[in-house]
């Protein structure tokens, strides 16, 4: 079966503190691998996409990276305006096109 | 980018009574269209893929004949959650995928329904 997993479930860090999100994912044939920022009351909002091991990908403060088992997004001296919930989405092989979803980390950033 | 565009972003109505929320792609065609719903610190729970011209195909544990889904042209599916009850308010997130590709799958902005 097709899974999903994000921790920490909630992460708290001072401005300026680096560090990772985790998605470890189990997939038939992964199809690519997407990130997204979500505020309170909002819809996702888009931030990388992956298509392969190996690959990385850099937004401002972030970057995500990919292996065959599980993706990072490292966040480098994050700001409060970074404070979100991080999802991860993996597309699987096969006809569909539809993403799954892990239940997202929490990040709070404090000034 | 690509942008979806969704309607209403907020909505309350009576117990008994249908709602009908709108997904629009702006400045791209999307063939398809899916319909999630989210509830309070839970992540994205995909209900139905909205396909145009044809169908829906729902998600197992979906009702059809409760959340009637509609993609009548390349840029607009709708939602409709009929003979709402308190149990179906919740969060509802559209998203389409561009292809292009250049953005991944692009999400609306969600509908907060809550039932009274």
């Not at chain 2, 400045?27 to 989210?38: G, L």
């Amino acid at each position: 079966e097709d899974q999903v997993t994000q921790s920490p479930e909630a992460l708290r860090l001072q401005e300026g503190e680096s560090s990772s999100l985790n998605c470890s994912y189990t997939v038939s044939g992964l199809r690519g691998l997407f990130w997204y920022r979500q505020d309170p009351g909002k819809g996702p909002e888009f931030l990388f996409t992956l298509y392969s091991a190996g690959e990385e990908k850099e937004k401002e403060r972030l970057k995500a990276t990919l292996t065959k088992k599980e993706s990072f997004l490292h966040i480098t001296a994050p700001k409060p305006e970074d404070s979100a919930t991080y999802l991860c989405a993996v597309q699987a092989g096969g006809a569909t096109n539809k993403l799954i979803f892990g239940t997202g980390t929490l990040l709070a950033v404090q000034p | 980018g690509a942008v979806v565009s969704q309607h209403p972003s907020r909505v309350i109505c009576k117990s008994g009574t249908s709602v009908k929320i709108e997904c629009r792609s702006l400045d791209f065609q999307a063939t398809t269209m899916f319909w999630y719903r989210q509830f309070p610190k839970q992540s994205l729970m995909l209900m139905a893929t909205s396909n145009e011209g044809s169908k829906a195909t729902y998600e197992q544990g979906v009702e059809k004949d409760k959340f009637l889904i509609n993609h009548a042209s390349l840029t607009l599916s709708t939602l409709t959650v009929t003979s709402a009850h308190p149990e179906d308010s919740s969060f509802y997130i559209c998203s389409a995928r561009d292809v292009r590709d250049a953005y991944g799958y692009t999400f609306g902005s969600g509908t907060r329904l809550t039932v009274v």
